[in-house]
């Protein structure tokens, strides 16, 4: 683990949409599927983004922009530095011989492209708003997609097309990550079935690891008790799904 | 010997056992200030409330290095409004729940301790030593004696309840600070806030690391000078004094209670040891006072004294 950031270089940029890059660096460091990391840009900011990718050495985080310090981000250019802290987290337990379902929303897929690897089995569905936002196109082929225009895949949702495969194939477990409000129906989804379930969620982050209490969820810190948790975790959470708590510590309607 | 009794009385109020939860460390949420009493703590305390809603500096605003963390995290918290609905019915929590209070001029203190006079709080904490965040603390110069009598005088007359003034260790002339808030009324000192500033510098980024680039910095590398106030300050106040810095064992805490502290707060330690670190540090304590022969906490407090 990181303890302060270390700088190090990208080394390469993918496109992965027209808003998502992935930059590429060397770090040795030991890594879970789910686990996350501070990306530091000196004077500007820090913000949490998961591991995306990881070979050998290189390791890779895929940005979606968003804000002021994603697009200072999207503006760096292979050889530009950039610091990194962690690996931080509680990752995905993948301790498991189940038949697994994977999905992802939008730039959810990212926590979860590094999974998708490990189990070659699982089936992977992917939802995005419209098709030229699909991610990892050519990084798994066999994704069932669905866009909420219909420009690939089915017209719909992510969780439309999870509640089909439950119903054609035993599926005995699900991965997910995306918009709060997808997580808590693929939960309640899996919850109704008695299906095992694990999703990461997301919060506003300062220290990440687990002493500023900025992304509390029930109780729950968010950056060391989880990024991930179980459905059955969830079950007890009642912020999941409903509040998140802003930058001053206010908690929020989702 | 029987077990010893790790129960304490801090100004009347009852603690199972004298580990804090200090202020800062996640007392965001009424949730969290549960999980941590569940954890062991003996009393808890929120982070510092201010009048209006503070987003608090950029991140990076927490960093951690080899003798313990520096932050400057800028007092992020949702105003006196928002925390009054946050922090309600505190009875549930299970242990005392200490209110920390900021402000730029005594007034707002008075405002928030008053907004929040409803919420079941046990105590009032004033921190006039944050050494980072522009309007408050030392770098509104409230570390004086002058500045320290004031704000207490009037925070004094806002509550009933008991006042605890947090001080820094970085003023030399900490011992006629602690002296103006024991003569303005201060039931209790909490000594020390985190010692600095500090800085960090990434010698890659040729930059300093927080965002603020200077904070405050705690854990072991505080432990010292803490335990060196508190024995100061224990000669020259009467109240009681919450020694704070860089506990995070067992025999820290007692090194604490020594040197003149009633109770300890705990900071860093759920950094460095979980956030069982409360319930850690009591089981530790009993066994070193049941192997040495003490039998209540009251009976090490200022032992270390001629």
């Given at each position: 683990m990181i303890e302060q950031p270390a700088m190090v270089k990208i080394c390469d940029i993918h496109e992965d949409s027209p808003n998502v890059k992935t930059f590429f660096f060397e770090c040795k460091v030991g890594f879970t599927p789910g686990q996350f990391v501070m990306v530091w840009i000196p004077f500007l900011d820090e913000k949490p983004f998961t591991i995306s990718y990881v070979k050998n050495n290189i390791v890779g985080v895929s940005i979606l922009r968003r804000g002021a310090f994603t697009t200072e981000i999207h503006k760096k250019k292979v050889g530009d530095g950039i610091g990194i802290r962690g690996p931080y987290g509680r990752g995905f337990d993948l301790r498991t011989n189940l038949n697994v379902c994977i999905v992802g929303g939008g730039i959810g897929m990212a926590s979860l492209a590094t999974i998708i690897e490990r189990l070659p089995d699982a089936i992977v569905i992917q939802g995005a708003r419209?098709?030229?936002?699909?991610?990892?196109k050519d990084r798994f082929k066999d994704m069932k997609l669905s866009t909420d225009d219909g420009?690939?895949?089915?017209?719909?949702t992510a969780v439309d097309l999870l509640e089909e495969q439950l119903k054609k194939r035993s599926i005995q477990k699900v991965y997910g990550c995306g918009p709060e409000m997808m997580l808590y129906k693929i939960v309640e989804l899996c919850k109704n079935r008695n299906i095992e379930c694990e999703v990461s969620l997301e919060r506003y982050f300062k220290c990440?690891?687990?002493?500023?209490?900025?992304?509390?969820c029930s109780g729950q810190r968010v950056c060391v008790d989880g990024p991930v948790f179980t459905g059955e975790e969830l079950s007890k959470?009642?912020?999941?799904g409903k509040i998140t708590i802003t930058k001053t510590g206010e908690r929020v309607i989702h | 010997m029987a077990t010893p009794d790790l129960s304490v009385s801090l100004c009347n109020i009852r603690l199972a056992n004298p580990t804090i939860l200090a202020?800062?460390?996640?007392?965001?949420?009424k949730a969290l200030l549960e999980r941590v009493a569940k954890n062991g703590a003996g009393a808890v305390t929120i982070k510092s409330i201010s009048t209006e809603p503070r987003e608090g500096?950029?991140?990076?605003?927490v960093i951690t290095f080899e003798a313990g963390m520096v932050n400057a995290?800028?007092?992020s918290n949702p105003g006196v409004h928002a925390a009054a609905r946050e922090f309600?019915?505190?009875?549930?929590?299970?242990v005392p729940v200490i209110a920390s209070v900021i402000g730029t001029v005594k007034e707002d203190f008075v405002r928030v301790v008053e907004g929040l006079a409803?919420?079941?709080?046990?105590a009032i904490e004033i921190p006039l030593?944050?050494?980072?965040?522009?309007?408050?603390?030392l770098l509104a110069g409230q570390g004086t004696p002058q500045a320290t009598f004031k704000i207490t005088v009037a925070v004094r007359k806002a509550t009933k309840l008991p006042v605890f003034i947090k001080l820094s260790p970085?003023?030399?002339e900490i011992c006629a600070v602690a002296k103006a808030a024991e003569d303005a009324g201060a039931s209790a000192i909490t000594a020390?806030?985190?010692?600095?500033?500090g800085m960090i510098i990434n010698i890659e980024a040729h930059k300093p690391v927080l965002s603020f680039k200077v904070g405050g910095v705690t854990g072991d590398a505080l432990r010292p000078i803490a335990v060196r106030c508190v024995y100061d300050l224990y000669k020259v106040v009467k109240i009681p004094i919450i020694g704070v810095g860089g506990i995070s064992t067992g025999r820290h805490a007692i090194e604490m209670l020594m040197s003149g502290a009633s109770v300890v707060g705990i900071g860093t330690g759920v950094y460095n040891r979980g956030i069982d670190v409360f319930r850690k540090i009591s089981g530790e304590m009993l066994q070193w006072m049941s192997e040495n022969g003490f039998s209540d906490i009251k009976s090490m407090v200022g032992v270390a004294h001629d």
């Open positions: 419209t098709a030229k936002e699909i991610l990892y420009s690939v895949g089915f017209r719909g990440g690891f687990g002493i500023c209490g900025q992304c509390d959470m009642d912020d999941f | 202020s800062g460390i996640l007392g965001t949420t500096h950029k991140n990076p605003t995290v800028g007092y309600s019915n505190l009875q549930t929590v299970g409803g919420s079941g709080f046990s030593s944050c050494p980072h965040t522009p309007g408050f603390g970085s003023i030399p020390v806030n985190s010692m600095g500033p």
